[in-house]
């Protein structure tokens, strides 16, 4: 069985109602699929299935689009995974769709291609920003004193939500290099015309303001292993766990 969660994290402030009750009822007997389906919103029309349920034939995101059904499996990533459908069914409905439609369009082969990429990295790593605008160009430029420390108050507007649920699992055991793959939440952030483009931003979430208590100490910025500069390399590869 799982370690158990620290529902006080910052970054697990969105799930902490149901994942506490999930948890007690996963780790009192209850199949995780169960136990995910129980605390389902009635706008999620998808069910969570035992993966076996699954079978060998079709890929994961066609299954979950064609069949709406969510294969799940007895692990801390897929809890993660069901917790996340929970709390953003539109955006795990419309990330299955359009890997579904490039399924069959041109198959499975040992390339995801350009949207596919994207669409794994998000879904695995991925995060929604809200906040003003001096935010959002720090942000983009990587400016990290900029973001976290001269315009630290205005932390106050903004809002981050992690929905990439490798990096929820990652967080179980926090390092400063864990990063997530932000989007800015504005209409079109997920069409593909915008996700063709590879328009994430690196934000280290350990920075976050009121996230880590280290940060309190503004040095905490001042390592270019992890907030690198503006124009550094930065790696926007398929993210680990890919399912089909």
Same mark, same amino acid.
């Given at each position: 069985?799982?370690?158990?969660?620290?529902?006080?994290?910052?970054?697990?402030?969105? +799930?902490?109602?149901?994942?506490?009750?999930?948890?007690?009822?996963?780790?009192?007997?209850?199949? &995780?699929?169960?136990?995910?389906?129980?605390?389902?919103?009635?706008? &999620?029309?998808?069910?969570?299935?035992?993966?076996?349920?699954?079978?060998?034939?079709?890929? +994961?995101?066609?299954?979950?689009?064609?069949?709406?059904?969510?294969?799940?499996?007895?692990? &801390?990533?897929?809890?993660?995974?069901?917790?996340?459908?929970?709390?953003?069914?539109?955006?795990?409905?419309?990330?299955?769709?359009?890997?579904?439609?490039?399924?069959?369009?041109?198959?499975?082969?040992?390339?995801?291609?350009?949207?596919?990429?994207?669409?794994?990295?998000?879904?695995?790593?991925?995060?929604?920003?809200?906040?003003?605008?001096?935010?959002?160009?720090?942000?983009?430029?990587?400016?990290?004193?900029?973001?976290?420390?001269?315009?630290?108050?205005?932390?106050?507007?903004?809002?981050?939500?992690?929905?990439?649920?490798?990096?929820?699992? #990652?967080?179980?055991?926090?390092? #400063?290099?864990?990063?997530?793959?932000?989007?800015?939440?504005?209409?079109?952030?997920?069409?593909?015309?915008? &996700?063709?483009?590879?328009?994430?931003?690196?934000?280290?979430?350990?920075?976050?303001?009121?996230?880590?208590?280290?940060?309190?100490?503004?040095?905490? +910025?001042?390592?270019? /292993?992890?907030?690198?500069?503006?124009?550094?390399?930065?790696?926007?590869?398929?993210?680990?766990?890919?399912? /089909?």
């Amino acid at each position: 069985m799982i370690e158990p969660i620290d529902w006080q994290q910052p970054w697990l402030a969105a +799930y902490r109602e149901p994942g506490a009750r999930i948890e007690a009822r996963w780790r009192g007997g209850e199949s &995780l699929w169960d136990a995910l389906n129980a605390e389902r919103p009635s706008s &999620l029309q998808h069910r969570f299935v035992p993966h076996a349920a699954r079978g060998a034939a079709q890929a +994961y995101e066609t299954v979950v689009h064609e069949r709406g059904e969510i294969p799940t499996r007895e692990s &801390l990533h897929d809890f993660f995974n069901g917790l996340v459908w929970l709390r953003e069914p539109a955006m795990k409905v419309r990330v299955s769709e359009l890997h579904a439609g490039e399924i069959a369009r041109r198959g499975i082969t040992g390339i995801r291609g350009t949207l596919r990429d994207a669409l794994t990295l998000f879904d695995e790593s991925g995060a929604w920003f809200r906040g003003p605008q001096e935010l959002v160009d720090a942000l983009r430029r990587r400016q990290w004193r900029r973001l976290f420390v001269d315009e630290r108050a205005r932390w106050r507007e903004a809002s981050v939500l992690i929905v990439g649920h490798a990096l929820l699992e #990652k967080l179980q055991m926090p390092r #400063k290099m864990h990063t997530a793959h932000v989007l800015i939440d504005v209409a079109g952030a997920l069409d593909v015309p915008h &996700l063709i483009m590879k328009p994430f931003l690196p934000l280290p979430v350990l920075g976050v303001p009121g996230w880590w208590a280290a940060n309190d100490n503004h040095s905490f +910025y001042d390592d270019p /292993s992890v907030f690198r500069p503006e124009g550094s390399p930065r790696s926007i590869s398929s993210a680990r766990r890919c399912r /089909s």
